[in-house]
Nanobody, 126 residues
């Protein structure tokens, strides 16, 4: 059974940094894409960042490009989202997702991901 467990969220001030972690288990993810999405209250879930588990192509939402970085540690089966220069508009519930790799053009589609974590809350105060 595949499980994705996020951690690392919290309450920070604008300009601070956080690193989210997503611990994956239940299968090998070598041929998978790993993504981060977020959902703010009253808004739809939106794409944040994604990468192929084995590395290579990455994609970022324009709103986070240059501030967020997705990376992975194969030995720990963990994906990270380093978030720098956080803004109040980054406040949301952040989800980790995993799914078969279809190509980077599919990264932004929630339907590309078969597995989702429960989310970790990030709150950025101004």
């Amino acid at each position: 059974q595949v499980q994705l467990v996020e951690s690392g969220g919290g309450l920070v001030q604008a300009g601070d940094s956080l690193r989210l972690s997503c611990a994956a288990s239940g299968r090998t993810f070598g041929s998978y894409s790993m993504g981060w999405f977020r959902q703010a209250p009253g808004k739809e879930r939106e794409f944040v960042a994604a990468s192929r588990w084995t590395g290579g192509s990455t994609d970022y939402a324009d709103s986070v490009k240059g501030r967020f970085t997705i990376s992975g540690d194969n030995a720990k089966n963990t994906v990270y989202l380093q978030m720098n220069s956080l803004k109040p508009e980054d406040t949301a519930l952040y989800y980790c997702a995993a799914g078969p790799y279809y190509g980077s053009s599919y990264y932004r589609r929630p339907s590309s991901y078969a597995y989702w974590g429960q989310g970790t809350q990030v709150t950025v105060s101004s």
